[in-house]
């Protein structure tokens, strides 16, 4: 007999929750036998498509190298810079947000800007989540 395609996500969603509960760590190494039927009951919601902008894909050493290309006369001045700010970060605080709390209220403006330029970036459409109020069991 096929799983639905309900049953299908509901099962897949348990058996993650399970390995995120590290399920494995109780485990000793060995090998073993499994005979088992699982129940489910409950119910799971599955949301709409939603568009997103995929900053996290952007390849930062490749866009700063082009933003560098396009300097001109001020190329050499722009990579001194991020290297002074890059060893700075690194150097006297623990996190790169710490210097950019530091650098106070331009540092926010410029911030946002930012934002605001991701914005206008191609949207991509993830799928829609699955939310789940499950209970497995062995039948």
């Known amino acids: 007999m096929r799983l639905d395609d309900q049953t299908t996500v509901a099962l897949a969603k348990v058996v993650k929750a399970a390995i995120l509960t590290n399920a494995r760590s109780e485990l000793k190494p060995g090998e073993y036998a499994i005979d088992a039927a699982i129940r489910l009951h409950g119910s799971i919601k599955v949301h709409g498509d939603e568009e997103y902008t995929p ?22 001045t722009a990579i001194k810079a991020i290297e002074r700010i890059a060893s700075d970060a690194l ?3 623990r996190q790169v947000g710490e210097a950019c709390n530091e650098a106070g209220e331009w540092m926010t403006e410029m911030t946002c800007k930012v934002a605001d330029m991701t914005q206008q970036l191609p949207k991509k459409t993830r799928t829609g989540k699955v939310t789940t109020k499950l209970i497995a069991e062995t039948a």
């Open 91 to 93: 150097e006297n605080f």
């Open 55 to 76: 900053t996290t894909h952007l390849p930062i050493l490749g866009i700063t190298a082009l933003v560098l290309r396009h300097c001109g006369v001020t190329r050499d």
